[in-house]
């Protein structure tokens, strides 16, 4: 795929047919003029992930530069951690370490192994448009992210299973597993983070539709009896985790990755327990609530 010329020394490579771009020459660290953030939010909207090598962050210029994409988002707990007097939200910052100390803090969480395919804040009623992720430290092999377009997946959904699911909705449930399915008959719903959403999204900037599902969170379609929900959510994930669909990337420190949650999932690769991981994640919020 060719690489193509934007603004200045800034370059655009396409990294797969469906999903991600890497944008080279420029310093994101530094203050971005309005050219330069119209381009970037151009490519963003076509290339659905874009990558940033060779980058030196520090937390707040990382905070700076994702403002330029919207609203920055917060962290929030659970219901049943509010009912308990614990503070709504958490900061704008993660840290997404194995790193028990790090852990241990306020910021940090999600520490080791495989994570299943999911979309970040799928079950809040406006789920965050974007994450960025900065890598800080990273162990000798694997860890790897992989994200595909929704868009996509979308287009291979076979007509006899979107007759089925156009105009419905799906319950997502954040439940804290990484690599198990959910299970309705052993969990409390309304203890957990959920919202029903539509199974088929609109894209507030695009205006293109893409399917809305996901591995790891998505439980149940609206109108359904069990067994045939199970049944095309079970064949919507084999759809939406192909590899011809998804761009894999190897991390190496100072990358920023960031990838839009209304357009695509990801999922993480096992790697070394032994080994530290130490990423700093930030969010862009949502415009509203999803919609048909």
Not at 27 to 46: C, G, H, K, W, Y
Not at 56 to 71: E, I, R, S, V
Not at 144 to 170: C, K
Not at 202 to 226: D, F, P
Request: with cysteine; hydrophobic share 35%; net charge negative.
């Amino acid at each position: 795929m060719d690489t193509i010329s934007a603004t200045g020394a800034l370059t655009i490579t396409p990294l797969t047919d469906h999903v991600g771009a890497e944008i080279s020459g420029i310093d994101i660290s530094r203050p971005q003029d309005a050219t330069t953030v119209e381009v970037l939010n151009e490519a963003f909207n076509q290339y659905v992930a874009l990558v940033f090598r060779d980058q030196d962050l520090t937390k707040q210029q990382q905070l700076d530069f994702a403002g330029h994409f919207g609203p920055l988002g917060v962290r929030r707990n659970a219901p049943k951690d509010i009912r308990a007097g614990k503070d709504a939200t958490n900061g704008h910052v993660m840290l997404v370490t194995n790193i028990a100390e790090k852990i241990g803090g306020k910021e940090g969480s999600y520490g080791d192994g495989e994570m299943w395919f999911h979309a970040d804040s799928c079950y809040y009623e406006i789920p965050n448009r974007a994450t960025f992720l900065y890598s800080v430290e990273l162990p000798t092999e694997g860890g790897n992210t992989r994200m595909n377009s929704m868009y996509a997946a979308l287009q291979n959904v076979p007509s006899a299973i979107l007759d089925r699911i156009e105009g419905r909705r799906v319950l997502q449930v954040h439940d804290h597993k990484r690599r198990e399915r959910l299970d309705l008959d052993n969990i409390v719903v309304e203890d957990l983070r959920h919202c029903w959403q539509p199974i088929i999204v609109t894209h507030s900037k695009t205006g293109k539709r893409a399917l809305y599902v996901n591995r790891l969170m998505s439980a149940q379609i609206e109108g359904l009896e069990r067994a045939e929900s199970d049944d095309i959510l079970d064949q919507l994930f084999e759809i939406t985790e192909q590899e011809k669909i998804f761009y894999e990337h190897e991390w190496r420190l100072g990358d920023l990755l960031m990838w839009d949650n209304h357009a695509s999932i990801h999922m993480r690769t096992d790697f070394p327990r032994d080994q530290r991981r130490l990423l700093r994640r930030c969010t862009i919020g949502g415009d509203g609530p999803m919609s048909f």
